[in-house]
């Protein structure tokens, strides 16, 4: 059974610091891009980090640039945005996403929350 399983989420005062992890499980990740994406009620969702498969290829939205780094570790089957200096605009639900070809996948999303 292919799935993406979020955690790492949380309540997190501005100017804080939380880590995702997003483990697959059912398929391997070595041949996907994997990407993290955002979504606050009644808005789109938003692109906010991706890395090719090999980690060759990194891009940010403008609005985390420079706070939020993504990471990958395919051994672990496990992908990664460290997210620093965190603001309440960062408030939403960041979901997990692999893909290849037609082959996508999605996370069931875990929130982040900053407040103070």
């Known amino acids: 059974q292919v799935q993406l399983v979020e955690s790492g989420g949380g309540l997190v005062q501005p100017g804080g610091s939380l880590r995702l992890s997003c483990a697959a499980s059912?398929?391997?990740?070595?041949?996907?891009?994997m990407k993290w994406y955002r979504q606050v009620l009644e808005k789109e969702r938003e692109l906010v980090a991706e890395i090719s498969s090999a980690g060759s290829f990194i891009n940010y939205a403008n609005s985390v640039n420079g706070r939020f780094t993504i990471s990958r570790d395919n051994l672990k089957n496990t992908v990664y945005l460290q997210m620093n200096s965190l603001r309440p605009e960062d408030t939403a639900v960041y979901y997990c996403?692999?893909?290849?070809?037609?082959?996508?996948?999605w996370g069931q999303g875990t929130q982040v929350t900053v407040s103070s």
């Open positions: 059912g398929f391997t990740i070595a041949t996907y891009a």
């Open positions: 996403n692999a893909r290849m070809l037609t082959f996508v996948y």
